[in-house]
Nanobody, 115 residues
Framework: QVQLAESGGGLVQPGGSLRLSCAAS????????MGWYRQAPGKQRELVAT???????NVDNSVKGRFTISTINAKNTVYLQMNSLKPEDTAVYYC?????????WGQGTQVTVSS
C-alpha cells in the first residue's frame, strides 16, 4: 500500500502564492519520480510538474517561471511552490508517485484563484 498525503490548497487572489506538499508513505521502495497534476472542471487531468529522484524536473510551459517543484528525498516529500497565480490555475491538484512503473495518486487538493 502507498499513501500520498497532500496539503496546502486553498483560496488565493490573483497574483498570490500557495505551496502544496505531498508526503509519500507505505511501500514506497523504488520511487522513480513524484509530481503534480491538475484537473479543472470539464477538462482532462494534465501534468503540472514532475521531479525524479535524481532531481530532473519536467515543468509544463503554462506554469514555467511561476511554479517550482522540489523534493526532499529522505522524507519522500514533494513540494510545489506556486507564485503569480492566475484564475486559470484554478483546479484540483493531485500528487502523483511513480513507483516501479505504477502510478499512485493522492486524493487531490483544491486550489482556487479568484478575487
Amino acid at each position: 500500500q502507498v499513501q500520498l498525503a497532500e496539503s496546502g490548497g486553498g483560496l488565493v487572489q490573483p497574483g498570490g502564492s500557495l505551496r502544496l506538499s505531498c508526503a509519500a508513505s507505505g511501500n514506497i521502495f523504488g520511487i522513480y519520480a513524484m509530481g503534480w497534476y491538475r484537473q479543472a472542471p470539464g477538462k482532462q487531468r494534465e501534468l503540472v510538474a514532475t521531479i525524479t529522484g535524481g532531481g530532473t524536473t519536467n515543468v509544463d510551459n503554462s506554469v514555467k517561471g511561476r511554479f517550482t517543484i522540489s523534493t526532499i528525498n529522505a522524507k519522500n516529500t514533494v513540494y510545489l511552490q506556486m507564485n503569480s497565480l492566475k484564475p486559470e490555475d484554478t483546479a484540483v491538484y493531485y500528487c502523483n508517485a511513480n513507483i516501479l512503473g505504477t502510478n499512485y495518486w493522492g486524493q487531490g487538493t483544491q486550489v482556487t484563484v479568484s478575487s
